[in-house]
């Protein structure tokens, strides 16, 4: 079921946009990525700090695009997406001394259908925490029958009469 919600997005309570038509399975999948990156698991574990590591290899990529899908929402248009983005830091050292120091950061962007932006640059911590809310909200509205413990290997016990109705978003 997660992979049917679409995300209402809302700035100060008014409505945005509607973006990521079927993006919980997605969702749910990147929540699992950015943890298995924390604990260090995958090519992610070759960056110190915790805060840095995301799932991927690529050190400047996308972790989800969501856009605009459908043509019969009220509000129509929006973009969510997340790019992770390598920085480079100068960590002054003592005297005349410091170092340069690589960080990663996960670029979250909305826009609306007005061409308005806003944008949030998060922690691996943080991303996990604002995914992690997305599916758990997603699974609210399921009724309790959202996120399962694998989504790939549940995929086919998605009930299609579910897909595209009001009680899925």
Do not use: H, K
């Amino acid at each position: 079921m997660p992979y049917e919600v679409t995300l209402e997005l809302r700035r100060d309570g008014t409505p945005y946009g509607t973006v990521g038509e079927r993006c919980g399975w997605l969702l749910a999948r990147l929540a699992r990525g950015v943890d298995d990156a924390r604990a260090g698991r995958g090519p992610a574990g070759r960056w110190p700090d915790p805060d840095d590591r995301f799932p991927g290899e690529e050190p400047d990529s996308e972790l989800f695009a969501f856009r605009y899908r459908t043509r019969s929402s009220v509000v129509g248009g929006g973009e969510l997406r997340c790019q992770l983005r390598t920085i480079p830091l100068w960590v002054p050292g003592r005297g005349r001394r410091g170092e340069w120091r690589l960080t990663r950061r996960a670029f979250v962007e909305a826009w609306g259908s007005g061409g308005v932006g806003m944008r949030a640059v998060l922690t691996s911590a943080q991303l996990a925490q604002f995914v992690r809310e997305l599916v758990d909200e997603a699974e609210g509205c399921l009724g309790g029958r959202g996120l399962a413990r694998n989504p790939v290997e549940d995929l086919p016990r998605n009930p299609v009469g579910w897909a595209g109705t009001g009680e899925t978003r």
